[in-house]
């Protein structure tokens, strides 16, 4: 089956720093989606990327999706507290009768060191 | 803004105790999830659930597991006989037609003693 890898697990950075998650997928994905959860909350959607190469920003937020179509990255820039959370990519693919399930990474969890 | 909604949000039960996690989906939704995460670790896949019928579910989902829809708006999950491994934090989530997103509820913990 499908399975999404995801590194580093663990990021502690110094506000204003900058942080990077990577995702690995075992094959290819036909879409993928990033999640933020906060500490004892639920996962959050933040966007999804479809096209091979896309580059999507949201503020201080970069998203890639690799050209294979197999592998995405998240980058923050200047990093602040706000931004402590764990980030999960998800691989989403169709489930039958139109629904969509969605394979999750390990999750890379952020500290933000103010 | 329309959110989903889950009941309880903490349930305790004995080992082999039958537990019934309860879902409000956003009204309009058409499409139905129950994920679960233990402490800790991933977010996992169960089952999704549409046009009143399971259409996916994944290995953990197995014969002590189901699934109902049984009026309009509620969207339960229930485990006939609850084991330790079953602990764990399930989320319910929903996605409407045309849209890419599914939105998550805030969980409910379980906790199998």
């Known amino acids: 089956g499908q399975q999404v890898m995801q590194i580093p697990q663990y990021q502690h950075v110094q506000e204003g720093e900058d942080f990077t998650t990577y995702c690995n997928s075992s094959?290819?994905?036909?879409?993928i989606q990033w999640y933020k959860q906060r500490p004892g909350g639920h996962p959050v959607f933040l966007i999804q990327?479809?096209?091979?190469?896309e580059v999507k920003k949201q503020k201080r937020l970069t998203f890639q999706f690799g050209e294979a179509k197999k592998n995405s990255s998240l980058h923050i820039t200047a990093t602040q507290t706000t931004d402590v959370g764990t980030y999960f990519c998800?691989?989403?693919?169709?489930?039958?009768?139109?629904?969509?399930?969605?394979?999750f990474g390990k999750g890379t969890k952020l500290s933000v060191i103010p | 803004e329309p959110e989903v909604t889950q009941t309880p949000s903490h349930q305790v039960t004995q080992m082999g105790q039958e537990v019934i996690l309860r879902c409000v989906p956003i009204?309009?939704?058409?499409?139905f999830y129950w994920y679960r995460q233990i402490l800790g670790q991933k977010v996992e896949f169960l089952v999704s659930?549409?046009?009143?019928?399971?259409?996916?579910k994944s290995e953990i989902f197995d014969d002590q597991f189901s699934v109902e829809r049984p009026d309009g708006s509620n969207f339960t999950l229930k485990i006939r006989s609850t084991k330790l491994e079953d602990s764990a934090m399930y989320f319910c989530?929903?996605?409407?037609?045309?849209?890419?997103?599914?939105?998550f509820g805030p969980g409910t913990r379980l906790t199998v003693l």
């Open positions: 998800a691989g989403r693919r169709r489930s039958g009768a139109g629904s969509y399930q969605l394979t």
């Open positions: 989530a929903s996605e409407g037609v045309f849209t890419d997103t599914q939105y």
């Open positions: 009204s309009n939704h058409l499409y």
């Open positions: 094959t290819t994905l036909s879409n």
């Open positions: 990327l479809v096209k091979s190469g």
């Open positions: 659930f549409y046009n009143n019928e399971i259409s996916e």
